[in-house]
């Protein structure tokens, strides 16, 4: 009886210890657990439409070369794939969608890429956080040089980089006149023929942008009236203004978000 006893005894031995060397010989083999933590943005923040954004995040086993996919969700929905890049910490200038609305159930989103352990990913979702939307402020420009300013339009382009053409309407009748772009001269007593004037300017994609028409003379038959032709490569606006020693038309241009 005591040999069966310790025969058993000693094969249970056996087998426990045969389990505790394969168990350590696979221990071995068992890539670190990976981790990422996005550290901004986080509860509180505030993104707000048109801006570049960016994101910081901090990781454990994840190897500098490897990279890190970002989406942006509202309400558990991917609305914006906010790029794939390398573990370095920190991204820059992401452009936001341009159709992203405003709301509080915001996150980030981040998944590591080709982990080592595919059976062990390692992802991370922010706190909700909020977007909103920044209004371009108004030009509230009411004279200049003690003129009348009067806005009798307001257009929109999508690229802050915009030509001008100007020419004289109607009857070519000596007027001279300077267009201003936001209080600043970038046609300065310029005589008005059939003959188109060129010039580029860059608009601030922050703000609406006024350019008006200063009249230095009335010509023979007032007032001094310009056409206008406005592009931006994409699209083109056509526009008349008229201006006087007493009063300035003007039009108001923002960037599309």
């Known amino acids: 009886m005591k040999a069966k006893v310790f ?5 249970f031995t056996c087998l426990i210890g045969n389990l505790s060397f394969a168990g350590e010989k696979s221990n071995t083999n ?13 509860k509180g923040t505030v993104w707000n439409i048109p801006q570049s954004v960016e994101i910081l995040w901090e990781t454990a086993n ?7 996919r970002f989406f942006l969700t509202r309400d558990d929905m991917v609305v914006q794939e906010l ?10 200038n992401i452009e936001l969608a341009k159709n992203i609305g405003e709301g509080d159930k915001y996150q980030v989103v981040g998944i590591e890429l080709f982990p080592d352990d595919k059976f062990q990913i390692a992802k991370f979702a922010t706190p909700y956080f909020s ?3 920044r209004e371009a402020p108004t030009v509230e420009r009411m004279d200049f040089a003690g003129r009348k300013i009067s806005y009798t339009k307001e257009l929109q382009f999508k690229n802050k980089e915009i030509t001008v053409n100007i020419w004289d309407h109607g009857t070519q009748d000596n007027d001279i006149v300077s267009i201003y772009l936001n209080g600043l001269s970038v046609v300065t007593k310029h005589l008005l023929t059939y003959n188109k ?14 350019l008006f028409l200063y009249a230095h003379n009335l010509g023979k038959f007032p007032p001094n009236t310009v056409s206008i ?4 490569g994409s699209t083109s ?3 008349i203004l008229n201006s006087d020693l007493k009063s300035c038309e003007a039009v108001l241009i923002s960037v599309a978000e």
């Open 131 to 133: 977007i909103k939307k």
């Open 229 to 232: 032709e406005i592009t931006d």
């Open 197 to 210: 004037k060129s010039f580029t300017v860059h608009l601030d994609p922050g703000k609406k942008n006024d």
């Open 83 to 92: 790029g794939s890049f390398k573990n370095t910490g920190s991204y820059t």
């Open 30 to 42: 068992v890539a670190p657990r990976s981790s990422i933590e996005i550290t901004y943005p986080n």
């Open 62 to 68: 994840i190897a500098d070369t490897k990279s890190i």
């Open 237 to 239: 606006e056509n526009i």
């Open 7 to 11: 025969l058993l005894l000693t094969v």
